[in-house]
């Protein structure tokens, strides 16, 4: 799912305390354990795996039946790893201490509106998190729509929040997204330069030059059988709603996006997804690289 450009394991700050151990011949993951931990029951082995607790040449496993040659090195940790998280609507790409990416399905709010409070990214993480200590919570950094889908950010303490959101422009190196708009743009690529302001009905539009906020995003067709297009775009700002409007400007509404003057919806669901997040973490100050594939009704749509 992720790209984790030279990132490798959970990047702690400390290491966890544990026991760490040299595997001399030939094994199975299991085995190996009782016959290390033959003090303990086989019961309470079978919980170090469950939770989390042991690695294999730092990589945390669950699986019993891990091979082991001479050389592997065994961690049993003393601390409780992280406990699972499984969402139909939310996956958990990759975290550490300070932040938590995840890949959003369409349909879930990011965070609470006046009618949903509950059914958010917002609240699922919030309340994972606790279960490893009450005391945890999640911090907004930015926002996707309900119905796209894609990859999105949360930070895990306060002053990673401001340092992102203040540092914002250049801390996010990439967001590419994609999606199938109707029809077929006049150029294969190309830069939309426009000004976005929002009325009354919280409906963005394209506005004349020196009125609203400046929207930059660069496009490149992908495929198009005349009817549908697969676009990629690179958004150069983040306005509310950019993509949407922006395509709605040019003739080429996004599938399924009555609001932003969609006249079909071939799928069921806004084609807009969120498909590469790049950043520089504000604590190791490494470069960050996170992609998910295009969805398949996306590419099918446009063939």
Known sequence: MARRSEYR????????????????????????????LNEQSKSSVKALLAHGQISVNGTVTSQFNTPLTPGNEVLISYERGKVEFNNPLLTIVWEDDDLIVVNKKEGLLSVSSTRVKERTALHLLSEYVKKTDPRNKIFV???????????????KNLQVQKALQSNWNSAITARTYVAVV?????????????NLTENAKMQVYVTAEGDGKEAITRYRLLHSNGAYSLLELDLETGRKNQIRAQMQSIGHSIAG???????????GRLMLHARRLNFIHPVTGEEMHFETRIPDKFTSLAK
């Open 9 to 36: 394991g959970t990047d702690r700050s400390r290491a966890p305390r544990g026991r760490k151990v040299t595997v001399k011949e030939e094994n199975t993951l299991l085995p190996f354990l009782f016959g290390l």
């Open 141 to 155: 950094l930015h926002r996707l729509d309900r119905d796209t889908s894609g990859l999105m950010m949360f930070a």
């Open 182 to 194: 109707e029809g077929r743009p006049e150029k294969d690529s190309d830069l939309i330069v426009s």
């Open 257 to 267: 996006d009555y609001k932003y003057g969609a006249e079909t919806d071939p799928t």
